[in-house]
């Protein structure tokens, strides 16, 4: 049978939803609140052991030899693994791009500072830390290299020798006739960014308990893991064992932002296991590791851009080259972050041609991760500084210069140049908003009066397009070339019409449970609290990515929606034949099933799913006689990347504005956000309080990622910022109130129209931020052009604007 | 092998007897030792107050404070919150209500700085909010549904003591001679040499 | 991050403590409040055979004043001074130093005689003792000692405390009628360590000239130190913004190795230092010139 999911709320079957589209309060979180959840380290396994890994202290060494001798007679010591391994058991492992990875723990040499060269297993923690100071590796120190250009350059040291080279990958792209844009151009503005290594730190580390059996080569695998099946593939491709005998169980876990990691502590925690017979290991990841060795770091990036722009004001090209430092090698798919940009390149303007010099470049740094956004966040700054330096050159307003600009509602879908299909945009309504919610005028009249006075304050009024519900083929251009990301539900009653909603997911934080329930509760006009969600693990579920490039919310609700169709449809053919009529004739209304207008002829979905179970022999021959339904949901219609890495990848384009005030005290520096006010539009909004949830989520980590955030490496490739005193997360001082106004374009390709919003406001809030902060600097004649915008380099740049004895570049020894 | 010491806490009212090795910290003591993993741990050094309890009722981060020294103490857990039933505690309620949470490994360290800060003082003004929600770190929520909760939860309670709202008052005393001790739970992670 | 295997004492008296701290056959540690040690347990950078807990030792926690004075018992907590009332209306810098230090939870554990025998460069109250004129009381094997806080930081992260003394107390003069002070720092976020930060007390004169300055700089050097050139610059002359300019920048010239991480350059930090001590020269003026001097 063919499934028509619903593309509106007004075309459910229940006229009158009471929680879809409705501010909907958690299912997940009297459990969460309450202390009940159980989160990887909670999990508590007879004969468990606990695992603790020795890492390298050198970013750039050979391994000479390792003696684990006296490791292993401690006490409490059940197994230690090293190199030796994981040369008998691991393949190379997969990296992106091709040819990038390697072996944990380290075989021959290490890498990176923090690379894992040898791990115990003990009774506790404690003692596994113990056993770690009596394991002696000779290490023979190599010369690193820390800096990307020094890496391109020849005679630096090479990361990965077999590779003859440190560039992992240099590709040239162009979209449309860019060169002739420039030519041509009545204006080019020109501009060099530096966007410094941020990353996810969700507020619980990795963990994993796993069990990986000497016998039977069942590995099953708990853990806090945003991909469960991603990762049960990964490790199964690791090991060369049959996906079947992989089991991934993911745990509620603490939030993750792409930037979980921990496919290499899994892949230590199940070796520590089949040497310890099987018992299952628990390794945690603490935050320290976190920092310097885990999944932690992104977007480490060098940027020359330019845009040109013609007489009129219409921007006609915008190019971008891009070094990015990714680290040691591929395996944490941090290439994908440099790849992604391309699915919503030029913003959301009618910019028509473009092209991408874009360099993956190798240094003995931590191998770069996944982090929220997934590169257009640093893309979308340094776009809006263009389009700024552009309208301040040009004297017109900057919301006016972006709104001459935008894509007209009428053109979507809209193909951008560099392949991909934005589905629905109303961008000047949602400019409109900002505008409005912010008190625009009222605020550039606050700014020039406080000017006047001598202070140094800004107007920033940034926007992008956040795109929701990833494809595979969006990273096409680093070597991902498969298209389809399937998300499926089962939708079950049983015996006595209880529903349960199977899901291949583990909760994340981003409400997907509640949502789950408000669509099956709403379909069938069950009560909430009535849907129940179970979670299965990878070799039980259905096809599941789970959480990641803001597709869940899409996707669960077409494969939960799905579902529901597929299901009442046979519950519909049950009733019809039960009262002998064709099931076109029955209706599914208020939860019964039956004849429109005959009361007599109703069942309800309790009698239907009990007749299905308890009494098959009435059911019409040849049919399935389970009250359940399982759908699988794909985007439709993904093309695969073309020789321009031209695809229809990412399904939805949500779009924000956003409008930041800031004042900076020109002697210390330091940046107040005095306004913060938003639209966006991310079409049918599921659940109003999770959107707005993200949506203040990700201006935190956009106002850390401008303003606070950095990994600092030292020439010898040694990690700075190896805390949380270093790395400094935005408490909520640092986080100003903000108003938001909200737009609804519904998306015309997805369940329901909604759009993905999790990775949300982190495109746009950086850009917004840097807006403000030199709209500040503007009037002095300089510019901020490197993140995080710290109190030391804004001081800089003021001072030296103002003659300054003290200097504006800052001393190489202190550089930040 | 350093020696175990016998300490005895009372947690949330019940108390316990256990041996533990002097460098345990009290989070480890408190999930591994003694089972009770609603306390979440997020950096072991300080910053984060993921694991945040309140020992003789001031809140404290309990991965810098060794297991030996809560010896004779109360310590209050997140499981103390909730009510005989069940029951979410209003300060746990406006969080769930107000959207305070997404994750919620962090939201134990909120709920017992919060549940501090209002049986200090009931009606906070705004500085005290800030400086004691600052101490906490949360990566999803962006704060802004903690501070409506934490208003929230200042209404609701109008003025109760936080551990007067399901009438028990105060555990009994730690020292109190008839008060049945329990041992650890018998298997757990962590501490034991 | 787990510690290393340690033992733990908790004796109740001083003289308990010394003695265990003077054991020769074991590298000890005092342990207080534990805010700034346990981490660095936890991370193994501090590995001793035995920890000496202070937090059992009675008679160690008072706050009270004596003879001009504001005596606090070194396992005072910093809780229990933010709260004092006699400390924030008669040493009030020394309140608003207290509130400047972490968060309350850390102030809840965190011990007045622990930031002082840390001695952290960028520490609050090393920088108030200094500028104030404060004390600490030592007791060792030979016995009990006072030293002046303006001797007692030697270098980064050391006192004068000999191996095997502890602090058992810390003091502070009363804030003088007519004083006028200041004390502030910058940090990245409110309640980290600060980047640079100045304590400043100053008397106005009869002709309402600038007397008795004095200005601690802390966060700058390794040390919390007196910039006493920036004092001479300011005694004697009425207040101004240029006069406070000018001490600012004999202030911030006055370090001759400022430190540099992550966080802030030398450069920057001098910079701070600069403009914090002509800003807190600014405000502990407009104190002292309030009959009440807050």
Partial sequence: MTVEIPKSIDQLPNPEPRYIGKRVTRREDAALLTGRVEFIDDVVLPRMLHAAILRSPFAHARIRSIDTREAEAMPGVEAVVTGADALRWQRVSGSSPDGWGGRCPAVDKVTFVGEPVAAVAATSRYLAEDALERIEVDYEPLEPVVDPFAAMEEGSPLVMEANGTNVMMHRVFTWGEVDEAFESAAHVFTERFRWNRVGANPMETFGTVCEWDPVTLELTVRGAIQSASFMGLGRAATFGLPTNLVNVKANAHGGSFGGKGGGRGIDIAAMLSRKAGGRPVKWIEDRVEYLTSGGSQAWDRHYEAELAVDADGRMTGFRVKLVDDLGANGEGYGSISAAKPLTAFTGPYTIPAAGYDLALVATNKLPSGPYRGMGPPPHFMVLEQLVDIAARALGVDPAEFRRRNFIPPEAFPYTIPSGNEYDSGSYEEVLDAALALAGYDDLLRWRDAARADGRVVGVGVATAVEPGVFDWNAYATVGLPQTGVPEGATVSFDIRGSATVRVGFAMEGQGQYTLVSQVVADYFSLDIDSVRVIQLDTLAAPPSFGPGGSRLGVAITGAVLGACERLAEKMRTVVAGLMQTTPETIQLSEGQFGIPGVPEAQMSLAQVAGTMLARSDLLPPGMDPLPEATYVWTAPDRTPADEMGRAKSYLTAAQAVHVVAVEIDPDTGQVEIVKYALADDCGTRLNPVVVEGQTDGGIAQGIGAALYEQYVYDDEGQPLTASFMDYLIPTIAEVPRSEKAAVVTPSPFTALGAKGCGEGAIHTTPAAVMCAVNDALAPLGVRARETPATPERLWRLISGARGNAAESEPNRREQQ | MIGERRIRVSVNGTVYEVGVEPRTTLVDFIRGDLGLTGTHVGCEHGVCGACTVLVDGLAVRSCLMLAVQADGSEITTVEGLEGPEGELHPIQEAFREEHGLQCGFCTPGFLMATYEMLTDDPKPDEDEIMEVLGGQLCRCTGYQGIRRAVDSAIDKLGGTPPADVFGAGDPGEPDDPDADAVGAAPTGEGSHG | ?294
Avoid at chain 3, 9 to 31: F, H, I, M, S, Y
């Fill in chain 3, 1 to 294: 991050m787990k510690p290393a295997p340690l033992d733990h004492a908790a004796p109740t008296t001083v003289g308990e403590a010394v003695a265990l701290l003077n054991d020769p056959e074991r590298e000890a540690v005092a342990l207080a409040g534990g805010q700034s040690l346990m981490p660095m347990l936890n991370l193994r950078l501090a590995r001793p055979d035995l920890l000496v807990d202070l937090t059992r030792i009675e008679g160690l926690d008072h706050i009270r004043e004596s003879g001009g004075w504001i005596e606090m018992g070194a396992m005072a907590t910093k809780r229990a001074v933010e709260r004092s009332s006699l400390v924030r209306e008669r040493q009030p810098m020394w309140h608003e130093a207290t509130l400047q230090i972490g968060h309350p939870q850390i102030r809840n554990r965190g011990t007045v005689g622990g930031s002082m025998a840390q001695a952290d460069p960028a520490a609050e109250y090393p920088a108030a003792a200094v500028a104030l004129g404060g004390e600490v009381k030592a007791v060792g094997p030979s016995g009990e000692r006072t030293i002046p806080a303006t001797e007692f930081f030697l270098g980064y992260l050391t006192t004068a405390l000999a191996p095997g003394e502890i602090l058992t107390e810390v003091r502070v003069p009363v804030l003088p009628p007519g004083r006028g002070w200041a004390f502030r720092e910058v940090c990245r976020r409110h309640g980290d360590f600060a980047m640079a930060g100045t304590a400043v007390t100053v008397d106005l004169d009869a002709s309402g000239r600038c007397t008795a300055t004095r200005i601690a700089l802390f966060g700058v050097g390794p040390v919390p130190s007196r910039a006493v050139e920036a004092e001479k610059i300011v005694d004697g002359e009425a207040p101004g913004e240029e006069v406070f300019e000018r001490a600012g920048r004999a202030a911030a010239g006055a370090i001759d190795e400022p430190l540099a991480d992550v966080h802030a350059s030398a450069d920057y930090r001098r910079n701070l230092a600069a403009v914090l001590t002509g800003r807190a020269l600014a405000q502990a003026v407009t104190r002292a010139a309030r009959p009440e001097g807050s």
